[in-house]
């Protein structure tokens, strides 16, 4: 669950807040099973270990996407250091699911989402709740064995619908997910969740990591899930 990975960016925060007394000893969650906020990446920056501009790094994150889409980030918490604010949010990035501090400054407004997508890779569905309750279900295609679909927790970084390609369907969205071996995402490597059209392999283990729906359904999900919602795959 997105609540665990919110209670590890606190107890890491408050390990550094501990060992770096100049770091501000309150945190704030930002981010549940029930609510999530976001923001815009508006200056390249690099995520660090700790919220301090000494702080290793662990890494970079830029404005925009490889779709050339603008950049968004999940924001799991908040804290104030050294008269600044800085956020922990969740990474793009490989290994899936790291977290990182970067400063308020190089995001843009915050904003809240209620809805959060969940996908079983052993059942074959997808769910997307908001505050909490199921809003949609819908049967789903996945990576191949050879290809698998990560696991952990990510979230919605963009929505696409210019394809001009019916592989992809009407709407694609792109995720935070990373494979370690090459997806059917545009670029390589990015998990995305779109449409089909082969809506007779559906469901099963088809994709080469992109989780894939019918047409019908990622068009209702596209109605319901706004950008910054979190994605838990399991």
């Not at 550094?16 to 200056?43: D, E, G, I, L, Y």
Request: hydrophobic share 40%; aromatic share 8%.
């Amino acid at each position: 669950m997105l609540a665990a990975v919110v209670v590890a960016a606190l107890v890491a925060s408050a390990s550094s807040s501990a060992a770096s007394p100049k770091h501000s000893s309150r945190t704030v969650s930002m981010t549940n099973s029930v609510v999530a906020h976001w923001a815009p990446v508006v200056s390249g920056v690099v995520a660090r270990r700790a919220p301090a501009p000494g702080a290793p790094a662990i890494f970079p994150v830029s404005t925009v996407t490889g779709e050339g889409t603008q950049n968004i980030v999940l924001i799991l918490a908040r804290t104030n250091a050294g008269g600044a604010t800085w956020y922990r949010v969740l990474l793009a990035s490989l290994p899936n699911s790291m977290t990182g501090w970067v400063p308020a400054s190089a995001l843009g407004n915050v904003y809240a989402v209620r809805t959060h997508l969940y996908v079983d890779r052993e059942t074959f569905t997808a769910t997307l709740k908001r505050d909490g309750r199921t809003i949609f279900t819908t049967r789903i295609g996945v990576g191949k064995p050879y290809w698998p679909t990560p696991a952990g927790q990510f979230y919605i970084r963009d929505e696409l619908t210019d394809f001009n390609n019916p592989f992809y369907g009407p709407v694609a969205f792109g995720t935070s997910a990373r494979s370690t071996v090459l997806t059917d995402w545009p670029g390589g490597g990015y998990v995305g969740v779109h449409g089909t059209n082969e809506p007779g392999i559906l469901p099963g283990a088809v994709s080469h990591g992109c989780i894939r729906m019918r047409n019908s359904a990622i068009l209702r999900l596209a109605k319901l899930m706004p950008v910054g919602t979190p994605l838990t795959v399991s």
